[in-house]
């Protein structure tokens, strides 16, 4: 049965930027939602600090929770090969900090959509860097995962392989145990696509999902589209709570138990406080429960008598 995590979406510049939330308090109330796990973000403040994710791991052994996923965003479309190389070191980094923190799943992205860069140019240097990061990958024990991304809080342009034909491009190119596919409905949406669409592309090669729920506040998709280049996300998308906006759940957990899944689904909103995760808790728990139903002992066995 998949274990439920949750990411703090609501507290990111508090963690990362300012400092005014430091990653003690993120584990204490992320534990108090009754999830199994919480990913953390590479840019928190307090896990550059020397031991900041040994000391993150110990809390959150003491909290009952664990660090499954490590959620980073490595930019691979530069044109330079010495940035890229760069950011092949600090995904390098970046799995070495997992492990610290007792993870098993480390995110990776393709890059920014810089309008100077060719389709099959991006490809190629986005296969190029993942591929050169994953014998270190291996060696950790860590799975990379890429997620059908939009835009991190911190690009200015969208994700290059944010298309469902991009992406899938970009996974097929990349064979490995230690690759794996973290997939977000909602992005599907944004890029103006069917998030069932893609599941059924990929569902073999999903290890890990994001659980989210998007909504605009205000204006069209097309709208938001045309704002996509702007730094950062557009004000007019918001995160909801799960189940109230347009994913369809039941589609998305059919289809994963299907393909066998049985992984971590980190749960991203909460963005207008924590009663909003507590409600997106409750509702996953129950569609979980539904499409993944607990099998009485000896009843595989008696299947097939």
């Known amino acids: 049965m998949p274990k439920l995590a949750a990411f703090p979406k609501a507290f990111m510049d508090h963690l990362c930027v300012d400092g005014t939330m430091t990653v003690r308090e993120w584990i204490v109330e992320g534990a108090a939602l009754g999830v199994d796990g919480l990913e953390f973000y590479a840019g928190m403040l307090d896990l550059q600090k020397p031991g900041g994710c040994a000391e993150a791991r110990r809390i959150a052994a003491e909290e009952g ?3 499954p996923m490590f959620c980073c965003s490595p930019d691979f479309t530069h044109p330079d090969p010495d940035y890229r190389r760069r950011q092949v070191d600090n995904e390098k980094r970046w799995i070495d900090m997992t492990v610290e923190l007792g993870g098993q799943y480390c995110r990776v992205l393709s890059g920014q959509r810089r309008p100077e860069v060719s389709r099959e140019d991006g490809l190629r ?3 190029e860097s993942i591929e050169a990061c994953l014998p270190h990958a291996a060696a950790a024990g860590v799975t ?3 997620e059908n991304h939009y835009k991190d809080n911190y690009w200015h342009y969208p994700e290059f392989a944010q298309r469902m ?3 899938c491009e970009l996974i097929d190119r990349i064979r490995s145990p230690h690759f794996g596919v973290n997939y977000d409905p909602s992005n599907t949406i944004l890029a103006g696509e069917d998030p069932l669409e893609l599941l059924r592309r990929v569902r073999h090669r999903v290890v890990t999902m994001h659980a989210s729920d998007r909504y605009l506040a205000e204006g069209t998709l097309e709208d938001l589209r045309r704002e996509e280049d702007s730094a950062g996300y557009a004000k007019r998308l918001r995160h909801g709570v799960i189940g109230e906006g347009l994913n369809d759940y039941d589609a ?3 289809l994963l138990a299907e393909a066998g899944f049985n992984g971590w689904i980190s749960i991203e909103d909460g963005v207008e406080g924590l009663d909003q995760m507590r409600r997106s808790v409750m509702f996953l728990r129950e ?3 539904r499409h993944w139903p607990r099998r009485p002992l000896g009843a ?4 097939r008598a």
Do not use: G, M
């Open 252 to 254: 998305i957990f059919s």
């Open 125 to 127: 240097y986005v296969t």
């Open 65 to 67: 929770v664990s660090i």
């Open 300 to 303: 595989t066995t008696a299947s």
């Open 287 to 289: 569609k979980i429960a």
């Open 165 to 167: 034909d991009v992406f």
């Open 144 to 146: 990379l995962i890429i």
